[in-house]
C-alpha cells in the first residue's frame, strides 16, 4: 500500500510542510509549528480553482491579441507590439535568445499552465486513478514556473522606464499588459487554490493495486 498522509492520520501543513496529528475539534486544528489553520481538504478547491482557471483562459485571449505596449518615434509607430510581435521582433533582429525567452514564459507557460489545472481538475473531479505520481509532478512543476511569465511584463517596465524621450520616442503600456498580467495573476492564484491531496484521495480509497 502507498503510505499517505491521509491514510496515516495525519494532516499537512500547506504553510510550511509540517505533518500533524489531527484534534477532536476540526474548527481548533492549527499547525503545531506555524499555527497556521489545517483542513483535511482545501474548502471549495475544486470550484475556486475552475472559476479562477476559466477567467484566465477566456483573458488569455485579448492578452496575446491586443499590444502589450506602444511604441512610437519621429518614423511612426510600432505596429508590432502584441507579445507574438514582439518575439517575431526579436527573433528577425537576432536577438534569438530573448525571443526564445519570451515567446516560453510568455506564450508556452502560461497556456501550459491552464491545460495542465484543467487536466488535474477533470482528473480529481472524476476521481481518477491513472499516474498520481505524475499529475503531482506536473502540479509542482505548474506552481513553480508559474512565476516566470512575468518576464514579457517585466521587459516592458524597463523598456518605459528606459525609453522616455518624447517628442522623439516613447513607450507606454498597452491594454494588453493590463490582460496578460491578469492572466499570470489568476493562473497562480488557481495553482494555490487547487488541492494536490485530491488527487491522492481515490488511492486512499481503492489502494496500490487499483493504480494503473
Not at 499517505?4 to 509540517?18: I, K, P
Amino acid at each position: 500500500m502507498i503510505a499517505t498522509a491521509a491514510r496515516s492520520g495525519l494532516l499537512h501543513c500547506d504553510a510550511c510542510g509540517l505533518l500533524n496529528q489531527p484534534c477532536a475539534a476540526p474548527e481548533a486544528m492549527h499547525c503545531a509549528r506555524c499555527e497556521a489553520r489545517l483542513h483535511w481538504r482545501k474548502p471549495n478547491a475544486i470550484a475556486r480553482t475552475w472559476a479562477l482557471l476559466a477567467a484566465a483562459a477566456i483573458l488569455y485571449v485579448p492578452a496575446n491579441l491586443m499590444p502589450v505596449i506602444h511604441s512610437g518615434s519621429l518614423f511612426g509607430e510600432n505596429p508590432h507590439d502584441t507579445i507574438m510581435g514582439g518575439v517575431i521582433y526579436f527573433w528577425t533582429s537576432g536577438s534569438w535568445a530573448l525571443a526564445i525567452i519570451v515567446f516560453l514564459a510568455s506564450i508556452v507557460v502560461p497556456g501550459t499552465k491552464i491545460a495542465v489545472l484543467a487536466l488535474l481538475l477533470v482528473t480529481s473531479q472524476r476521481r481518477s486513478l491513472w499516474r498520481p505520481f505524475e499529475r503531482t509532478r506536473l502540479y509542482r512543476m505548474v506552481a513553480y514556473i508559474g512565476r516566470w511569465s512575468m518576464v514579457d511584463i517585466y521587459i516592458g517596465a524597463v523598456s518605459v522606464a528606459l525609453v522616455q524621450l518624447r517628442p522623439f520616442a516613447s513607450i507606454v503600456p498597452g491594454p494588453g499588459a493590463i490582460f496578460f498580467g491578469a492572466v499570470v495573476i489568476l493562473t497562480l492564484f488557481a495553482s494555490e487554490s487547487f488541492d494536490p491531496r485530491l488527487i491522492w484521495d481515490p488511492v486512499d480509497d481503492e489502494g496500490e493495486g487499483e493504480l494503473r
